[in-house]
């Protein structure tokens, strides 16, 4: 290990003599403060923040991870095309060590790195707010929606097959299914047909009351505070564009069969903006001993109109889980994932490419992982001729890659959602462990079978 770690304290000095990687450095050290002075974001405080925050961290990952590649991989050519590698293994040491020693001193230098420009980032996010002027409401929506790390709870997905098999068997009798539904197939109509039914039991007529009820909310401290986001959509637009509702958040099971235990329920009468998220504040008490809460809105006649909660976003229940500052680290050890998994690709590719192509490579598989969500949805959309080469060459290969848009921490850490251990731990377990570990082992077995120099006579 001895070895290994000389290799890698070599790497790193390597690496800072690198003009690249000064560069880098400048770019972060330069473009981070100027950020923080100049981001506006929707004008408000938590905007502001938020702003920064995503900027910030997305500016500081991007430019990491191509200081990864670049590094990674010059260490290992420059040492081969400058002939310097022979004399390295004319030494006592193992060619399982040169890769690992390189390898460890890629990680040590992005672990330093990523730990300062956080810090950075974490220090201008907290004292931001003591040099602005901010109201006392922008302040507590600042706490309550950013600086927090909310669990997040939605209704459960309703069973509606029974209504849905019914529908269709009716299209089929009345053969109306060419004419309503032209081009598409059963398993079309089906979910066309579920989400039209899902979506009706989402929606309130007037006068017609809507109940959610939820278990296992765990409130982190009972003194917190409980809130219901939602989003209003309507079947004929007010002539203001708001809408009349009275909520009531509690153990609603005292009121439907006299059960339950004896918490607050709690009522807002309020009057809202349509397709626009808002959020219902109630103490935390609101929530049952045994974790139970339900929540019930009610269409007053007022309205005049049908109420509809949509399917993707319509309502959930947040709760205090944690904080911001333990949930800005697992957001700082997702983006050391990605340097980790982009290190051992980038001593993968040059134990057996040259340097421009291994950084091609690299580049290319970093992208893709960055995009990989578009690339499968929009060859979700090239129809059935292409479903068996999408189905076995396309997806699998994307799957194969890391899918680095679906662990982006910022998607947590603006919106104040909690980041949890064990979604670290997964993404852990399956780039690093997995993955980045296959990619290690693959590098040392082929550069321990390459041949290093020829003997000409």
Do not use: H
């Amino acid at each position: 290990m001895g070895r290994a770690w000389a290799i890698a304290v070599n790497t790193i000095k390597q690496a800072l003599r690198m003009k690249v990687a000064v560069v880098f450095l400048v770019l972060l050290l330069v473009l981070l403060p100027v950020m923080a002075m100049s981001v506006t974001g929707d004008g408000t405080l938590k905007g502001r923040l938020q702003t920064f925050v995503s900027y910030g961290l997305s500016l500081t990952s991007l430019l990491l991870c191509l200081f990864t590649i670049i590094v990674s991989i010059y260490s290992i050519t420059s040492d081969i095309e400058q002939g310097q590698i022979c004399t390295i293994v004319t030494k006592p040491i193992r060619r399982f060590e040169i890769i690992l020693g390189k390898f460890i001193g890629v990680v040590v230098l992005d672990i330093v790195l990523l730990v300062i420009f956080a810090a950075i980032i974490y220090a201008v996010v907290i004292y931001m707010p003591k040099f602005s002027k901010a109201s006392e409401d922008d302040l507590a929506a600042v706490k309550n929606e950013f600086y927090t790390a909310r669990a997040s709870l939605v209704p459960a997905e309703i069973d509606v097959s029974k209504e849905v098999a019914a529908d269709f068997k009716k299209l089929v009798e009345s053969q109306q299914m060419e004419q309503l539904f032209p081009s598409s197939t059963q398993d079309e109509i089906i979910a066309s047909l579920t989400k039209r039914r899902r979506l009706e039991k989402q929606a309130a007529a007037v006068g017609q009351e809507l109940v959610w009820e939820f278990n296992n909310v765990r409130q982190r401290d009972p003194n917190e505070s409980l809130f219901v986001r939602f989003k209003y959509d309507v079947s004929v637009d007010p002539t203001d564009s708001q809408v009349w509702g009275r909520w009531l958040v509690g153990d609603y099971r005292q009121i439907r069969t006299g059960s339950g235990f004896e918490t607050a329920i709690y009522r807002a009468d309020r009057k809202d903006p349509i397709r626009t998220f808002r959020e219902v504040e109630v103490p935390a008490d609101a929530v049952a001993e045994d974790g139970y809460v339900a929540v019930s809105f009610y269409n007053v006649p007022l309205n005049n109109t049908v109420v509809i909660f949509p399917l993707e976003d319509g309502l959930e229940v947040l709760y205090k889980a944690d904080t911001f500052t333990a949930n800005y680290i697992r957001g700082v050890l997702l983006i050391l994932c990605r340097l980790i998994f982009l290190a051992c690709l980038g001593v993968l590719a040059a134990t057996f490419l040259s340097f421009p192509v291994a950084i091609l490579l690299c580049i290319v598989i970093f992208f893709m992982g960055t995009i990989s969500g578009f690339i499968l949805e929009s060859f979700g959309y090239l129809g059935a001729n292409l479903s068996l080469l999408y189905s076995y060459s396309i997806k699998l290969l994307i799957e194969l890659l890391p899918r680095f848009d679906q662990i982006n921490p910022t998607k947590f850490l603006v919106p104040g959602r909690l980041l949890a251990w064990g979604f670290l731990g997964k993404v852990f377990l399956i780039m690093v462990f997995v993955k980045a570990t296959v990619l290690l082992v693959l590098a040392l077995l082929i550069f321990s079978f390459r041949e290093i120099a020829k003997i000409v006579v």
